[in-house]
């Protein structure tokens, strides 16, 4: 069965702008997470959903908000960029979040 | 709080050599544990989990893992590394609301270089 897809893959913004990130997680998994990836913070949780609701959440600022639908699906939204945004966001899905987490290619945001 | 240290940043092996790649935790409870694997530019790979039961973990590529509540450890293993297994190495602890794993807290990772 298809894995958890991230879309787009790579993506260039400029200081300022917003992005949005989007997550297919793997069929009948309800549970989607996010992670940030940069060489010098390493992986980081953003935050998780589960049913549409957020379930456990990291130490981001507010400018990182996040949704989940009724499908499952999730996006991530990224406001006012800065430079240090740029990173490797990754999301994984589960089925109920206490189990086998899998993670999706990534997006590779570059901010400019 | 939760977190975990993966003490070589590097290490470099012979293909056919044994691997052992060290992870050390800090959490209250028994954890969820995972290793994960990254290739460059790409998402991350799960190896294998340890969830409850037999401490030692049997993953996916010949890896294994053995979990040591005493010292706090989920070291993985192989027997004989092959090329192809060059990559990043995460070892990550699962811990979140309602007893779910999903907010994974990851060590720095350890990158696996092997000489031919």
């Known amino acids: 069965k298809a894995g958890v897809t991230q879309t787009p893959r790579y993506l260039i913004k400029t200081r300022g702008q917003q992005v949005t990130l989007s997550?297919?997680?793997?069929?009948?998994?309800?549970?989607?997470?996010?992670?940030?990836?940069?060489?010098?913070?390493?992986?980081?949780?953003?935050?998780?959903y589960f049913s549409e609701t957020q379930r456990n959440?990291?130490?981001?600022?507010?400018?990182?908000?996040?949704?989940?639908?009724?499908?499952?699906?999730?996006e991530m939204n990224v406001s006012t960029l800065e430079l240090g945004d740029s990173a490797l966001y990754l999301c994984a899905s589960s089925l109920s979040g206490a189990d086998t987490i899998y993670f999706g290619e990534g997006s590779w945001l570059t901010v400019v | 709080a939760q977190s975990v240290?993966?003490?070589?940043?590097?290490?470099?092996v012979s293909e056919g050599a044994s691997l052992e790649l060290r992870c050390n935790y800090s959490y209250g409870a028994t954890p969820y544990l995972f290793w994960y694997v990254q290739s460059p530019g790409q998402g991350l790979q799960l190896l294998l989990k340890y969830f409850s039961g037999d401490t030692l973990v049997q993953g996916i590529k010949g890896f294994e893992a053995e979990f040591k509540r005493s010292q706090s450890s989920f070291n993985l293993r192989k027997p004989s590394v092959h090329w192809s297994d060059a990559a990043e190495y995460f070892c990550a602890v699962g811990v979140g609301s309602a007893g779910t794993a999903s907010k994974l807290t990851f060590?720095?990772?350890?990158?696996?270089?092997?000489t031919l």
Not at chain 1, 37 to 43: E, F, M, R, V, Y
Not at chain 2, 5 to 12: G, K, N, S, V, W
């Open chain 2, 5 to 12: 240290t993966q003490p070589d940043i590097h290490i470099t």
């Open chain 1, 23 to 48: 997550c297919s997680p793997i069929s009948g998994h309800r549970s989607v997470s996010w992670y940030q990836q940069t060489p010098g913070q390493g992986l980081q949780f953003l935050f998780e």
């Open chain 1, 57 to 74: 959440k990291g130490n981001f600022p507010g400018r990182f908000s996040g949704r989940q639908f009724s499908n499952s699906r999730s």
């Open chain 2, 107 to 114: 060590g720095t990772g350890t990158r696996l270089q092997v």
